[in-house]
């Protein structure tokens, strides 16, 4: 596991947090952010199958899913669950999303609480 978080932004006027980071804030227009780390527990509000991967890709399938946070961020990733269901409570983590020429690339992902 690296030594990293995934990082939102919190809007420095209106305290939005924003993942990923947006030109300005999509509550109230301001350009300003500063960095937080996404972290936490939270529900599935939907989740899909991606079959339709590019060759850098090593698994047959991906699961995305879009979560409510606790927090109140709404945040995609990878979701690890053998059995998602909507309004599942899950919590987040970082994790190998994929590897590139040997490279790990590593993102958010949810697993169940």
């Given at each position: 596991m690296p030594?990293?978080?995934v990082t939102g932004y919190k809007c420095r006027s209106c305290s939005t947090v924003a993942y990923p980071q947006h030109a300005l804030c999509p509550t109230c227009g301001h350009d300003g952010?500063?960095?937080v780390s996404i972290t936490g527990e939270g529900s599935v509000l939907?989740?899909?199958d991606?079959?339709?991967l590019t060759l850098a890709y090593t698994q047959r399938y991906l699961r995305l899913a879009?979560?409510?946070l606790d927090?109140?961020?709404r945040a995609t990733g990878h979701l690890l669950d053998p059995d998602p269901q909507l309004g599942k409570r899950i919590r987040t983590q970082i994790g190998v999303v994929r590897e590139v020429d040997g490279r790990k690339i590593y993102g958010l992902q949810f697993v169940p609480v």
């Open positions: 030594d990293q978080d952010f500063d960095p939907t989740y899909t991606l079959y339709a879009i979560v409510q927090s109140g961020l």
